[in-house]
């Protein structure tokens, strides 16, 4: 079956633009998770959604992040004013309960210039 | 503070050789452990699991993992390596409630040689 998809694989975009990037969990899973990873690191926890609601949101790392899930399917992670430290491998991964493991997509690699 | 640490940046290992990859964690209460994977220009992948129970678990690829609790550690294994196994390992962990946050360690470059 299809896995996690996300779009655009790669953006690339300028010091305070706006940003959006999107996930598509694989069909069924009620829980959906955002991270971010930096060149050489583990991927860094940013939000968590069970159905529309973000359950654990405390990984967002100022108020210009912000996700939602309005249908408890897709996802948008979007980022306002973007900084050059905003650069990384956003990853999307969804499972089936919050509990089993977790299936991760490709990212987007977002760069800011 | 929740923590995970892979204390080696890269494992070598020749062909037909045992493989370890070692991962310590820091947690407050009963931990879930996880191991995944990461080839280049691919997402991560799911190894193995533990949640209870036996203490060793085994995963795809012929890769298990070793929970032990006395030394906070699941270090994962594999006994033949492969050169196909070359890639970037992850430890994370995660707490028993129902959040599913996952904590990641910073990875293990495992590169096996011919």
């Known amino acids: 079956g299809a896995g996690v998809s996300q779009t655009p694989s790669n953006k690339v975009t300028e010091k305070g633009k706006y940003v959006e990037l999107r996930c598509d969990p694989i069909s069924g899973h009620t829980a959906l998770y955002w991270y971010r990873q930096s060149l050489g690191q583990g991927p860094e926890f940013l939000i968590y959604f069970q159905g529309t609601g973000a359950a654990d949101d405390s990984g967002l790392p100022n108020d210009r992040f912000f996700a939602v899930r309005p249908e408890g399917s897709v996802s948008t992670l979007k980022i306002q004013r973007t900084e050059r430290g905003d650069s990384a491998v956003y990853l999307c991964?969804?499972?089936?309960?919050?509990?089993?493991?977790?299936?991760f997509g490709p990212g987007t690699r977002l760069t800011v210039l | 503070a929740q923590s995970v640490a892979q204390p080696e940046d890269q494992v070598n290992v020749a062909e037909g050789n045992p493989l370890t990859v070692k991962c310590t964690y820091s947690?407050?209460?009963?931990?879930?452990l996880f191991w995944y994977v990461q080839y280049p220009n691919r997402g991560l992948q799911f190894l193995l699991k533990?949640?209870?129970?036996?203490?060793l678990v085994k995963g795809s690829y012929g890769f298990e993992a070793e929970f032990n609790k006395s030394q906070t550690s699941f270090h994962l294994k594999k006994p033949s390596a492969l050169v196909s196994d070359s890639a970037l390992y992850f430890c994370?962990?995660?707490?028993?409630?129902?959040?599913?946050?996952?904590?990641f360690g910073q990875g293990t470059t495992l590169q096996v040689k011919p």
């Open positions: 947690v407050s209460g009963n931990p879930y």
């Open positions: 991964a969804s499972s089936a309960q919050s509990y089993n493991e977790q299936f």
């Open positions: 994370a962990v995660r707490l028993s409630s129902n959040t599913g946050k996952l904590i």
């Open positions: 533990y949640i209870t129970g036996d203490n």
